[in-house]
């Protein structure tokens, strides 16, 4: 069973950036038939997908924050990472990593990371 | 850019009946590439359905999808008490690659 956990600061400050990192327990992020990713949530409101990286190093990012999202690997440690810069309070929110799978189904989710922008 | 709509965005039901949602797609999701997940308040999203119509591990078969191209049902047969939940459906290989519907709340009636 793949298990995921987020982890990183709970608040930042407006025009700084967000860092986030999940580690991968149960798989690996080697694994070549899922695709690592970040979703959102602000309060009361829907789910909004951020990116998503391939072991290999691969990206795709969600085009409406293409400039301010980066989603980054490291293999070494099983963990994938998210950095959104500038922020400003319209993106607090619950954070989630999830793996997708192959048939684009995001299959195991960390349990969230609730991030408030405010200085 | 495939946007998702989902219908209706309260459906107000009793347990035991039928519970029919609707997610429509404003161009083609290829190849059924569309998910169905529950969230609960307080809880993270559980994957229900994918392919449009393949439930996933451990998901009662009270649960079933269905639909191609643009029009996608959730079904769910018989409502139990924990099935009242906010209900997402998402579609994969679009542009953007990866996108969600704004969610149908089902509550009890």
């Known amino acids: 069973q793949v298990q995921l956990q987020e982890s990183g600061p709970g608040l930042v400050k407006p025009s700084e950036t967000l860092s986030l990192t999940c580690t991968v327990s149960?798989?690996?992020?080697?694994?070549?038939?899922?695709?690592w990713s970040w979703i959102r949530q602000p309060p009361g409101k829907g789910l909004e997908w951020l990116g998503y990286?391939?072991?290999?190093?691969?990206?795709n990012y969600n085009p409406s924050l293409k400039s301010r999202v980066t989603v980054s690997v490291d293999t070494s440690k099983n963990q994938f990472s998210l950095k959104l810069t500038s922020v400003t309070a319209a993106d607090t929110a619950v954070y989630y990593c999830?793996?997708?799978?192959?048939?684009?189904?995001?299959?195991?989710w960390g349990q969230g990371a609730l991030v408030t922008v405010s200085s | 850019e495939i946007v998702l709509t989902q219908s209706p965005g309260t459906l107000s039901l009793s347990p035991g009946e039928r519970a029919t949602l609707s997610c429509r797609a404003s161009q083609s999701v290829g190849s059924s590439y569309l998910a169905w997940y529950q969230q609960k308040p307080g809880q993270t999203p559980r994957l229900l359905i994918y392919a449009a119509s393949s439930r996933a591990t451990g998901i009662p078969d009270r649960f079933s999808g269905s639909g191609s191209g643009t029009d996608f049902t959730l079904t769910i047969s018989r409502l139990e008490p924990e099935d009242f939940a906010v209900y997402y459906c998402?579609?994969?290989?679009?542009?953007?690659?990866?996108?969600f519907g704004p969610g149908t709340k089902v509550d009890i009636k």
């Open positions: 149960g798989g690996s992020v080697r694994s070549g038939s899922n695709y």
């Open positions: 999830a793996s997708v799978k192959s048939y684009g189904a995001f299959d195991y």
């Open positions: 998402q579609q994969y290989g679009g542009s953007p690659p990866i996108s």
């Open positions: 990286i391939y072991y290999s190093g691969s990206t």
